[in-house]
């Protein structure tokens, strides 16, 4: 004995929600998907600045992490030495796709000034544009102490 259903079929906006939910998670996909891509290998708190730069498509991250000569080097998610930057930095150069990329550097604020202009040397020889990453959301000036001379 066949079963058969009596009513008739009212095709309409349930047959729609998954269409609904697939275009809903292909728009965060594509809103938060930038966030997560030039993210570099290590965490470091960069100054403050005023200005907002520009979104670049072609971009190598170089970060370098708290302390001196011995602060850690990151290329992308890669650790790297000192000297090994200047050969990576190289090859990049070489590469076509890349020759043309713009470097990001990140520093920690308490990276030393002396190890902050060796690397940017280094990607300046290579041949890179460069350009530095500040944090933009505490870019307000601090106010100064009430004797108006600093502590």
Same mark, same amino acid.
């Given at each position: 004995?066949?079963?058969?259903?009596?009513?008739? +079929? #009212?095709?309409?906006?349930?047959?729609?929600?998954?269409?609904?939910? /697939?275009?809903? &998670?292909? *728009?965060? =996909?594509?809103? @938060?998907?930038?966030?997560?891509?030039?993210?570099?290998?290590?965490?470091?708190?960069?100054?403050?600045?005023?200005?907002?730069?520009?979104?670049?498509?072609?971009?190598?991250?170089?970060?370098?992490?708290?302390?001196? +000569? #011995?602060?850690?080097?990151?290329?992308?998610?890669?650790?790297?030495? /000192?000297?090994? &930057?200047? *050969?990576? =930095?190289?090859? @990049?150069?070489?590469?076509?796709?890349?020759?043309?990329?713009?470097?990001?550097?990140?520093?920690?604020?308490?990276?030393?000034?002396?190890?902050?202009?060796?690397?940017?040397?280094?990607?300046?020889?290579?041949?890179?544009?460069?350009?530095?990453?500040?944090?933009?959301?505490?870019?307000?000036?601090?106010?100064?102490?009430?004797?108006?001379?600093?502590?």
């Amino acid at each position: 004995m066949k079963l058969e259903t009596t009513l008739e +079929e #009212k095709p309409g906006f349930l047959h729609a929600l998954p269409l609904f939910d /697939l275009f809903a &998670l292909a *728009t965060m =996909l594509l809103l @938060l998907g930038p966030m997560f891509l030039s993210q570099s290998g290590i965490s470091v708190e960069v100054p403050s600045s005023r200005f907002q730069m520009q979104r670049y498509g072609d971009s190598i991250v170089v970060t370098v992490g708290q302390g001196d +000569e #011995k602060a850690p080097v990151y290329l992308g998610r890669q650790a790297v030495t /000192l000297e090994g &930057l200047g *050969t990576r =930095l190289d090859e @990049l150069r070489n590469d076509e796709r890349m020759s043309r990329a713009i470097v990001l550097l990140k520093t920690d604020a308490r990276t030393t000034v002396g190890m902050e202009r060796k690397v940017t040397e280094m990607v300046l020889a290579a041949g890179f544009k460069l350009a530095l990453v500040g944090d933009a959301k505490s870019s307000e000036p601090k106010p100064e102490p009430a004797g108006g001379a600093p502590e």
